[in-house]
């Protein structure tokens, strides 16, 4: 199964050896996969609207960072409009600017930032909280070994890992979503481990809160929306009810059976 996913998790392969092209699509997996856990250091970008911003910037809040050059015709563009949904989804779902999201090309000759601001724009994307940027070819070199994301140059362009890494606040690799298309779910899940389960700590009545939002936030695939469901919260105070109840009972009863030896 993960083969099959890796496989539609690279741009059309042009290798003309079949064999070889399993090795790479395993190799570029088991990168990316082993990239995580690892911390991403600090780099700066030239930002398309806001000059320069660093990762340092965006920490205290999970990260969402994508990878795509602005001359790709089919998976680039569904990637960012997938995420654009999700990423509207989240905000609903976790409160509007509880993550941060940055697109980066590394077609350095070609993904300026003004073709970097022309793509958000013809994708719908970007935003307060998302941001596109360029950089030069050192940087993206090492940007691209630290989230673990493979990309080859072909005839038709370039052959990349179709993948939206998700760092915590403090900029450790927490998980890796692949494919051009996915269910805002893929993204928010991961998000809402981070902002609920882990921002505060769990012993607070702000962490107390966040643990009951983590649990009691779902997904409703009909309106493709997260809702906050009094189904656990409810059960929980009618079992705590219950178990009181039984409590004092048994309390009672025992006084009452000491009374009755007393006399």
């Not at 680039?76 to 609903?92: F, H, K, M, N, Q």
């Not at 601001?117 to 050192?138: E, I």
């Not at 890494?165 to 403090?170: A, E, G, P, R, S």
Request: charged share 20%; with cysteine; aromatic share 10%.
């Amino acid at each position: 199964m993960r083969r099959l996913l890796a496989a539609a998790w690279l741009l059309a392969m042009a290798l003309s050896s079949p064999a070889r092209a399993d090795t790479r699509v395993d190799t570029a997996l088991n990168v990316s996969q082993g990239a995580i856990g690892s911390g991403v250091p600090d780099f700066t970008f030239q930002s398309a609207d806001k000059g320069k911003i660093a990762l340092r910037d965006l920490r205290g809040k999970p990260l969402l960072v994508t990878m795509i050059y602005t001359g790709c015709a089919d998976v680039c563009p569904t990637i960012i409009e997938s995420l654009a949904v999700a990423a509207e989804t989240a905000e609903d779902a976790l409160g509007k600017g509880s993550f941060n999201i940055i697109t980066i090309g590394f077609d350095t000759r070609n993904d300026t930032p003004d073709r970097m601001r022309s793509f958000a724009r013809a994708h719908d994307a970007g935003g307060s909280n998302w941001y596109f940027a360029s950089s030069d070819t050192k940087t993206i070199s090492l940007l691209s070994e630290a989230l673990g994301f493979n990309y080859f140059s072909s005839a038709g362009g370039f052959d990349h890992m179709a993948q939206v890494t998700i760092l915590d606040k403090n900029g450790t690799i927490y998980e890796q979503v692949y494919g051009s298309s996915f269910e805002p779910p893929t993204i928010v899940e991961p998000l809402k481990q981070l902002v609920f389960g882990h921002q505060r700590p769990a012993f607070s009545l702000a962490g107390l809160s966040d643990r009951v939002r983590l649990f009691c936030t779902i997904y409703d695939r009909k309106t493709g929306r997260y809702y906050f469901s009094y189904a656990l919260p409810l059960s929980i105070f009618i079992g705590l009810g219950s178990l009181l109840g039984i409590l004092a009972f048994l309390i009672r009863e025992a006084r009452k059976s000491a009374k009755a030896k007393g006399r």
